[in-house]
């Protein structure tokens, strides 16, 4: 059985003096079956995977040492050093980089095209043959790029960590909310479980959303190459990915993380990368939906914001979500959905401005279409 690793991989320094780095963990047996990879905090104000990833490497490393691991398991606990430093006037600003205005769960590498015109005539209709093919050239591809900036390099850095898992998990939390998640309606059975173990009250399901995300940097790639030559070739799923939204921002406590762990203890059980009896699935507490379906409740005008629904509420069409109060002309405006669906998430402001999102509800029927994305 071979120690755990703990691996280094510096980023790219903006300034000389102020470098950082991506800490990986790693577990396993020496000849592993698989590879799992699981980062917290890619927003790096989203913290309650952080803590989840805490727990996981000290029962990880429990599992390691009875013998119990069957697949590499990864483990990034901090995913975005950059963006955990950034604290602007007492408040932190994790979401985005401050000096590019850019998110940094988006812009991951589509490298589709150009590894697809690298394997074309070297495809065969072995799918085995065809996913190390695949992987090789990925992992080469990555290698090969050179980033320009410190952002470019932790992506690059956390992109090159995961390209060869079969499952990726991005664990991340919404602002107030209950726990749920994304993936493609492709890996939606593989997932299913981890839905039911994380008690997900929204599954949102979308192949593309259009914003190069984290989870979707992987999966794209496969389905990609799969619409360019799956007539010819066998392509398999080489990988798939969910962004696990554990909750809002302030559930940071050992008794939630505890449970959260458990559950992806019990789903790598499931998947085969733990030995063991796989615990009783819990009921699954809503169904998928697409993320095509999701409605972003918006106020047009600005003011004090009372919510009236909160997250986990089941809101029929034309439900009140909130009021938006004019404390100077005394006009309070009611939010309606339009959707039925579950509120799983709303903002944490209580001081609306005109044109803002203030929740989200999981609607079943698809109705947007381009960028499904919040910013
Ligand atoms: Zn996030």
């Not at 003096?17 to 963990?25: A, V």
């Not at 991005?170 to 039911?196: G, I, M, N, S």
């Not at 999966?219 to 554990?246: D, M, N, Y």
Request: glycine fraction near 8%; include cysteine; hydrophobic fraction near 45%.
């Amino acid at each position: 059985m071979r120690a755990q690793r703990h691996q280094i991989h510096p980023l790219l320094a903006p300034v000389p003096g102020t470098e950082r780095f991506i800490h990986s963990f790693h577990y396993g047996p020496a000849q592993p079956q698989g590879k799992v990879y699981i980062q917290a905090s890619l927003h790096a104000d989203e913290l309650p995977g952080m803590l989840v990833a805490w727990h996981l490497k000290q029962r990880l490393a429990e599992l390691q040492t009875a013998g119990r691991l069957r697949s590499e398991i990864v483990i990034v606990p901090v995913a975005n050093p950059t963006g955990l430093e950034q604290v602007l006037m007492d408040v932190p600003v994790g979401r985005f980089e401050l000096s590019s205005g850019q998110n940094f769960n988006r812009q991951f590498l589509d490298l589709s095209g150009p590894i697809g015109d690298a394997i074309e005539g070297l495809l065969t209709d072995d799918a085995t043959h065809n996913l190390h093919l695949i992987r090789r050239h990925l992992r080469d591809a990555l290698a090969a790029q050179v980033p320009a900036t410190q952002l470019q390099s932790q992506r690059l850095t956390l992109q090159k960590l995961a390209c060869d898992a079969d499952m990726v998990l991005d664990l991340h939390c919404d602002f107030e909310a209950v726990a749920h998640l994304y993936t493609t309606p492709e890996a939606w059975p593989q997932v299913e479980p981890l839905a039911r173990r994380i008690g997900a009250q929204a599954s949102l399901l979308a192949t593309d959303s259009g914003g190069l995300s984290f989870d979707e940097c992987f999966t794209l790639l496969w389905w990609a190459l799969s619409q360019r030559f799956g007539h010819a070739a066998a392509i398999p799923q080489g990988s798939f990915s969910v962004t696990v939204e554990l909750r809002g921002q302030e559930d940071v406590s050992h008794s939630l993380a505890e449970q959260d762990c458990q559950a992806l203890i019990d789903y790598l059980i499931d998947f085969g990368a733990i030995e063991g009896q796989p615990a009783p699935l819990p009921a699954l507490m809503y169904p998928a939906t697409p993320l095509a379906g999701v409605e972003p409740v918006t106020t047009a005008v600005g003011g004090l914001l009372v919510f009236s629904a909160k997250p986990g509420d089941y809101l029929k069409a034309g439900a009140l979500v909130a009021e938006v109060i004019d404390p100077i002309s005394d006009r309070v405006t009611p939010i309606h959905c339009t959707c039925s669906g579950v509120l799983y998430a709303r903002v944490t402001r209580r001081m609306a401005t005109a044109g803002m999102v203030i929740a989200h509800v999981a609607g079943e029927q698809a109705y947007r279409s381009g960028y499904l994305l919040s910013a």
